[in-house]
C-alpha cells in the first residue's frame, strides 16, 4: 500500500508543480509585454523584467486553486489513460483512498503557497512596486500616477513611493475643515521615520485663508500620524497581496479608524479558506475521473477542468465585489463558490465512493 501511496501522491504532485511552471511561465510573459508601453529611459526592459520576476511569488498563491484542480486532472488523469488506476482498484483501494491519496500532496502544495504568501510574497511585492515607482517617479510632479492614498480623518495623503525600510517619495498631504473645505496642501519630497512620527525633508505648503493664500517652504517639519512603516508596508500593497497577518492588523487599523474594511476582509477570508478550495477542487477533479465523464478522452476532461476552473474563479471574483456593494458578510462570499464546488464533487463522486 505504502508503494501505491508514494506513486500516485508522486504522480498528482508532479503535475502540479507542471501546471504552476507553465501558469508562472506565462506570467512572465504577459507581464514583460504589460510593461512595454512603461519604458523609458530609467524604466529599462531589464528593470522591467526585474519587476515582473519580483512579482511572481503574488501569482503563485493566486494561482494555486487553478494549478491544484488541473494537476489532479492530469495527474489522476494519466493513471486513468493507462488502466493504472483500475489496477489500483482491484488491489482494493476504494475511492475515497485514492481521493485522499490525492488531496495530499495538494494539501503540502497549498501549505507552501501559503508560507510563501505570508512571508514571501509581501516583502518581494513592495520591493517590485517601489523599485518601478521610483524608476517611473517625476521629481517635477507631486503626484505620481502610480502612488497610493490614504485618508486619515480630515486628512488625505499621497504617497508616490513607499520603501520597506520606512522611507518615503513624494509625499502631499491635503487637510480639510469640517466642511469639506480645503485647508492646506503640502509636499514634501522624502520623508524619514523617527521611531514615534515622520520627519518631512524639502517641504513646501500652501495654506488657504478664504480671501488669500499664505505660502511656506523649510528644509524639514514633523508629521505626527498613526501611520508606522509596519502599517504602510500593508498600504502600498493591493488587499490580495498582502499576508493574513498583515491582513489581520490592516483590519483593526481600518476599524479602529471607523473605514470602511470589506475590501480588506474579504481577501483575508479568501486566505484563510485556500485550504477548504483546495480540498473542494480536488473532490471535483475527483469527480470528473471517477464520475460521468470516467469514459471520455483525457482532453475532455481536462477541459471540463478547465471550465469548472474558469467558473470557480469568475464566481469568486464576482459575489467578492458583490459583497462589498449589498453589503452580505464577505465570509459568506468567500465559502459560497467553496460550499458549491463540495456539493457538487461529493454528489457525483457518491455512487463511486
Same mark, same amino acid.
Given at each position: ?33 504589460? +510593461?512595454?508601453?512603461? &519604458? ?10 526585474? *519587476? ?9 498563491? +493566486? ?9 489532479? &486532472?492530469?495527474?489522476? /488523469? $494519466? ?34 503557497g501559503l508560507l510563501v504568501a505570508e512571508f514571501v510574497a509581501p516583502q518581494c511585492q513592495q520591493i517590485a512596486q517601489s523599485y518601478r515607482a521610483l524608476l517611473l517617479q517625476k521629481k517635477d510632479i507631486s503626484i505620481s500616477e502610480y502612488g497610493?492614498? %490614504? ?6 495623503? %499621497? ?5 520597506? $525600510?520606512?522611507?518615503?517619495? /513624494? ?21 524619514? *521615520?523617527? /521611531? ?15 480671501? %488669500? ?7 524639514? +517639519? ?27 492588523? *490592516? ?12 475590501? *480588506? ?21 475527483? $469527480? ?31 459575489? /467578492? ?12 462570499? $468567500?465559502?459560497t463558490p467553496i460550499g458549491i464546488s463540495l456539493l457538487a464533487g461529493f454528489l457525483l463522486l457518491r455512487r463511486r465512493l
Open positions: 500500500m505504502s508503494i501505491i501511496s508514494r506513486y500516485v501522491a508522486q504522480q498528482v504532485f508532479a503535475a502540479i508543480l507542471m501546471v504552476l511552471l507553465v501558469l508562472l511561465g506565462l506570467e512572465v510573459i504577459i507581464g514583460l509585454l504589460d +510593461q512595454t508601453s512603461d &519604458l523609458t529611459g530609467r524604466y529599462t526592459l531589464t528593470a522591467a523584467l526585474y *519587476y515582473t520576476l519580483l512579482t511572481l511569488p503574488s501569482h503563485l498563491a +493566486q494561482f494555486l486553486p487553478f494549478a491544484v484542480l488541473i494537476g489532479c &486532472l492530469a495527474g489522476l /488523469g $494519466s493513471l486513468a489513460s493507462t488502466s493504472e488506476l483500475i489496477v489500483i482498484r482491484t488491489a482494493g483501494v476504494s475511492v475515497a483512498r485514492i481521493l485522499w491519496l490525492a488531496l495530499r500532496p495538494a494539501l503540502v502544495v497549498t501549505l507552501c497610493l492614498w %490614504h485618508r486619515e480623518g480630515n486628512r488625505f495623503v %499621497h504617497f508616490n513611493a513607499v520603501k520597506p $525600510s520606512g522611507e518615503l517619495f /513624494g509625499v502631499t498631504v491635503f487637510t480639510l475643515d469640517n466642511e469639506r473645505h480645503l485647508q492646506s496642501a503640502l509636499f514634501a519630497l522624502r520623508a524619514v *521615520y523617527e /521611531g514615534d512620527h515622520w520627519i518631512f525633508e524639502q517641504v513646501r505648503e500652501t495654506r488657504f485663508h478664504g480671501d %488669500h493664500l499664505e505660502h511656506f517652504s523649510a528644509p524639514t +517639519q514633523r508629521w505626527e500620524t498613526q501611520l508606522s512603516p509596519q502599517l504602510l508596508n500593508i498600504l502600498v500593497l493591493d488587499p490580495a497581496d498582502l499576508s493574513i497577518s498583515g491582513l489581520w492588523r *490592516y483590519v483593526d487599523f481600518l476599524r479602529e479608524q471607523g473605514s470602511h474594511s470589506g475590501e *480588506y476582509e474579504l481577501a483575508l477570508w479568501n486566505k484563510l479558506m485556500q485550504p477548504l478550495a483546495t480540498v473542494s477542487l480536488v473532490l471535483v477533479a475527483a $469527480s470528473i475521473i471517477f464520475g460521468p465523464l470516467r469514459q471520455s478522452s483525457m482532453g475532455a476532461r481536462v477541459f471540463a477542468g478547465l471550465m469548472i476552473g474558469i467558473v470557480f474563479r469568475i464566481s469568486q471574483d464576482m459575489l /467578492g465585489p458583490a459583497s462589498l456593494v449589498f453589503g452580505f458578510p464577505p465570509a459568506l462570499a $468567500s465559502l
